[in-house]
């Protein structure tokens, strides 16, 4: 076993009558906790599987699946975590991931295994074998291009957790098969705390959970705060309990903020910076309500180059299965996030690979949207660039009202707003009102470039 899989389970041990999961209003204590993950242990290595095997496990965040998980550590495996998905998706990771075993948590303490492959090779898996460490494979979203496969070694991107604390009462938003969700699965869980799993993501459904579990950390996105502020969930709902949201996995709008932070002035407002390649950083915000953000805690560097983070830390991945490295020759990982620094301090102005291109000039798509979203009648905005013939790209926006209305007044407003706001090249060319939520259900924007009619 390694040494931060011993860490973990020795503080399972001592936090023996706590509460360790809350799954859909059921409790489920570290000793019920590790209990299980002795009997899967058992189970798994009854079934064959070893050391170094890629093992696809399939479930949500139930105390199963949890304990599931650090079952197949403990045996060494390489575990590729999933939430249920269509079979033309499940097709397309099986083939990158190359699993050997499919594992399906189900209902009352099962769990379905079945040996679909005999081997599974690759160099980065080998790397892996020699050295005798459990992996973690985690697939990005592909919503902006390629799914890519990233491999962690688990003991390395565990051992940020080796030290004692408290973790508060945390609301379990992020999915399974997400990092933000595993670090804060592995974070809450290494300090002894209690983590609220839900079945429903909307505001009502997570305050309320907030209000009846006592929640005092809420880990989500700038999409979902968004929202809440919309159908103003907040209000509806006591939520003394709650000392800290932190947000991530976008950017956020600064309207947002702000607006976030009027709504709830008692609650520390945190931005996070994670990528799957790299787990979740640790940061400290200037303040609630600033986007300015800089890094803290041992074993990771950053430096800026040409305008873009670089980081170099020990929780990195291995490397991409079935994608080029991203690594400079002195081992720093090209995020590919443009930044702007002042002093200590540092704001993500936003992906590079989104900025679009006007005649030279860059526009971030961020900018424009926060823009967009101060303007009264609006609830969502998502801003892309389009070719065209003379500027190379274009500013189109996609945006929801509140409710139904006139859309060319609409659009007529929102340009106006802009005039004031922004360089002539970075208000939107062509603007297209839509009824359809612009996130996904993993409440992250949707940022799919389509073709749109000139309004």
């Known amino acids: 076993m390694t040494s931060s899989l011993r860490f973990f389970l020795d503080g399972f041990q001592s936090h023996e009558d706590v509460d360790a999961l809350i799954y859909h209003d059921k409790k489920t204590t570290y000793r019920q906790l590790l209990d299980s993950i002795q009997r899967f242990t058992h189970q798994f290595e009854i079934a064959g599987i070893k050391s170094g095997d890629v093992v696809m496990l399939q479930s949500d965040l139930s105390p199963d699946a949890v304990a599931a998980l650090f079952a197949l550590a403990q045996i060494g495996a390489i575990i590729v975590p999933l939430v249920p998905l269509d079979a033309d998706k499940m097709s397309q990771r099986a083939e990158v991931a190359q699993w050997q075993w499919h594992l399906s948590v189900q209902a009352k303490q099962t769990v379905s295994i079945k040996m679909v492959a005999k081997n599974s090779h690759h160099p980065l898996y080998e790397e892996l074998r020699h050295i005798q460490?459990?992996?973690?494979?985690?697939?990005?979203?592909?919503?902006?291009?390629?799914?890519?496969?990233?491999?962690?070694?688990?003991?390395?991107?565990?051992?940020?957790?080796?030290?004692?604390?408290?973790?508060?009462?945390?609301?379990?938003?992020?999915?399974?098969?997400?990092?933000?969700?595993?670090?804060?699965?592995?974070?809450?869980?290494?300090?002894?705390?209690?983590?609220?799993?839900?079945?429903?993501?909307?505001?009502?459904?997570?305050?309320?959970?907030?209000?009846?579990?006592?929640?005092?950390?809420?880990?989500?996105?700038?999409?979902?705060?968004?929202?809440?502020?919309?159908?103003?969930?907040?209000?509806?709902?006591?939520?003394?309990?709650?000392a800290t949201i932190t947000y991530g996995t976008e950017s956020m709008p600064e309207a947002t903020l702000h607006a976030l932070h009027?709504?709830?002035?008692?609650?520390?407002?945190?931005?996070?910076?994670?990528?799957?390649?790299?787990?979740?950083?640790?940061?400290?915000?200037?303040?609630?309500?600033?986007?300015?953000?800089?890094?803290?805690?041992?074993?990771?560097?950053?430096?800026?180059?040409?305008?873009?983070?670089?980081?170099?830390?020990?929780?990195?991945?291995?490397?991409?299965?079935?994608?080029?490295?991203?690594?400079?020759e002195d081992g720093w990982f090209i995020t590919g996030d443009k930044v702007e620094v002042r002093g200590d301090y540092m704001r993500i102005l936003g992906r590079e690979s989104q900025i679009i291109n006007v005649g030279g000039e860059k526009v971030y798509p961020a900018e424009v949207e926060n823009v967009i979203l101060q303007v009264p009648e609006v609830a969502q905005v998502s801003v892309f660039g389009q070719a065209h013939p003379l500027t190379g790209q274009i500013v189109c926006a996609k945006v929801r009202p509140h409710e139904i209305i006139n859309a060319k007044e609409f659009i007529r407003n929102i340009r106006l707003y802009c005039r004031d706001k922004l360089e002539p090249y970075k208000i939107p060319v062509r603007v297209e009102v839509v009824n359809e939520a612009q996130h996904g259900e993993r409440y992250k924007k949707k940022r799919v470039e389509s073709t749109i009619n000139d309004k």
């Open 262 to 328: 009027e709504s709830l002035p008692k609650v520390r407002l945190v931005q996070t910076y994670g990528m799957s390649e790299l787990g979740a950083l640790r940061t400290k915000s200037k303040s609630s309500d600033s986007l300015w953000l800089k890094f803290s805690g041992e074993g990771m560097e950053t430096r800026i180059v040409e305008g873009m983070l670089q980081v170099k830390s020990r929780t990195t991945m291995v490397g991409y299965l079935n994608a080029p490295s991203p690594f400079t």
């Open 133 to 242: 460490h459990p992996g973690l494979v985690l697939f990005s979203s592909g919503s902006s291009g390629q799914c890519k496969a990233t491999l962690h070694d688990l003991e390395r991107l565990l051992s940020k957790f080796h030290n004692r604390h408290r973790s508060p009462r945390t609301l379990a938003f992020l999915l399974f098969d997400h990092i933000g969700g595993l670090d804060v699965l592995f974070y809450v869980l290494s300090g002894g705390g209690t983590l609220i799993a839900i079945e429903n993501r909307n505001p009502d459904a997570v305050l309320t959970a907030v209000e009846q579990h006592g929640v005092q950390l809420l880990p989500t996105s700038p999409t979902f705060l968004n929202l809440m502020l919309l159908s103003e969930a907040h209000s509806r709902h006591s939520l003394e309990s709650l």
